[in-house]
């Protein structure tokens, strides 16, 4: 059976409470015009109308809006068995997991049994997030975190209420986890339905489009800010935070020019990435080409004096944001701007350290190289690693070859041929914990002819 036959599944996963019921009522109940095969966790839970229901045989509901619905009770390959006896009735799969469930495992059925990999092809991984409970939910659940991980596409439910300053907190940590993932808002889990069901896969030019900045490269900080100082003492105040301690350096410039910034900015990509200890910010600190931490405070703000030797220009480069800890500079009680300021993808996460890197590649590589460099580092790294998903330019292939990939175990063949007006290149994402990308795209220029 080719690509094209296989029947595409979508795993439908999210906490307690955050709206997958609702979500799964809306596909059992509207007229949405898709055929949907919908592998219910626990079939008393979703409190469907028995006026829906127009035939039932043994675990299988077929309903009025043209989806069927069946639960698992046992195991999950005997379901799928079980429903693929009825393949005339849909044309999409459905598999909800339980709340406190991670993902993992249930997309690793689509690759580990070879029957249910002849029929069926992972399309897509739904994670609804409850928008306003979600970030208590990170802090004190790793399940959230994995699901928040795996997804393709998140739903923020309950966004109505949230404050819309809130919601783009909320997005931008969550894109820092993942930023590969499409996210819509919704209230009442209320979202047209083939929007989440027919993905289509890994596609790089919807994260761009979505997340231009995706393939820049990653900085240990942040922020940096250029100043013009007067001598003596300035007041750096900031407050509550996500994280105890904040990385700060404070450095002279010649002038607030882009290239000295840029000079200063190799400087202290240097002195942030250094291993060893730091030392934590006093009362005073005195600016220097060390990286300090500033100690965050559990309620209220705290004040540092910054000891300025001379009038000037000087760059402070932030671990995180200024606006995640309400971080500015005073003089005399008279707030200080910065001439000009830039931000940059953090190459760190407060969420035990899941992050996304994206890849691309021009050149065609070795499609031995390729097998002997990605089989090992998934089977080294593979619990690290939760998904890859690619596009692979093989050389004397005129097809493009699509992978993807959940923990260790991969599963991919060549595509579509490529058109005329696309450009050959490689382009993969991982995401998981403790990703190196210099190591990452390292391994994958090793791979070119």
Request: glycine fraction near 8%; charge should be negative; include cysteine.
């Amino acid at each position: 059976m080719t690509s094209v036959d296989k029947v595409p599944v979508t795993i439908l996963t999210g906490f307690l409470g955050a709206g997958k019921t609702t979500l799964l009522n809306h596909i059992l109940s509207k007229q949405h015009g898709m055929r949907i095969g919908v592998i219910e966790n626990e079939f008393g839970e979703i409190g469907i109308d028995d006026a829906l229901v127009i035939n039932a045989d043994e675990e299988v509901f077929e309903m009025n809006n043209g989806c069927i619905c069946c639960t698992v009770r046992g195991d999950l390959i005997r379901i799928l068995g079980n429903l693929m006896r009825r393949r005339d009735k849909f044309d999409h799969i459905l598999v909800e997991t339980t709340g406190m469930a991670d993902p993992g495992p249930v997309a690793q059925t689509f690759f580990v049994d070879d029957e249910i990999r002849e029929m069926l092809k992972l399309d897509g991984i739904v994670t609804v997030v409850d928008a306003h409970h979600v970030l208590l939910h990170l802090e004190q659940s790793n399940e959230v975190r994995e699901q928040i991980a795996f997804a393709d596409v998140i739903l923020l439910n309950k966004s109505d209420l949230v404050e819309p300053s809130q919601l783009e907190e909320l997005e931008a940590r969550i894109r820092k986890m993942n930023a590969l993932a499409q996210i819509h808002r919704t209230v009442n889990a209320d979202i047209d339905i083939p929007t989440v069901m027919d993905l289509g896969g890994f596609d790089l030019d919807r994260v761009l489009e979505q997340r231009p900045d995706f393939l820049q490269k990653e900085y240990p900080f942040e922020w940096v800010g250029a100043w013009h100082l007067p001598a003596g003492a300035v007041e750096l105040s900031y407050g509550e935070g996500p994280d105890p301690f904040i990385g700060a350096m404070l450095i002279p410039l010649s002038s607030d020019s882009d290239a000295d910034l840029e000079k200063a900015i190799s400087i202290a990509e240097l002195a942030f990435g250094r291993e060893g200890k730091r030392a934590t910010a006093g009362a005073k600190w005195v600016p220097d080409r060390r990286v300090v931490n500033l100690k965050v405070p559990e309620t209220g703000e705290r004040t540092v004096t910054l000891l300025v030797p001379t009038d000037g220009f000087y760059a402070l480069f932030t671990e995180h944001s200024p606006e995640e800890f309400g971080l500015r500079l005073q003089k005399s009680g008279a707030r200080l701007e910065p001439s000009k300021h830039r931000e940059f993808a953090a190459a760190h996460s407060h969420d035990d350290e899941i992050t996304s890197v994206g890849i691309t590649l021009e050149g065609a590589l070795s499609e031995e190289k390729v097998n002997r460099w990605l089989g090992p580092l998934l089977a080294s790294k593979g619990q690290d690693i939760l998904r890859t998903k690619g596009i692979l330019n093989i050389a004397k292939d005129n097809r493009r070859f699509v992978f993807q990939a959940v923990h260790m175990l991969l599963d991919g063949g060549p595509d579509r041929p490529w058109q005329s007006n696309e450009k050959r290149q490689t382009e993969i994402v991982f995401i998981g914990r403790n990703l190196d990308r210099d190591e990452l795209t390292a391994g994958l220029k090793g791979c070119l002819v």
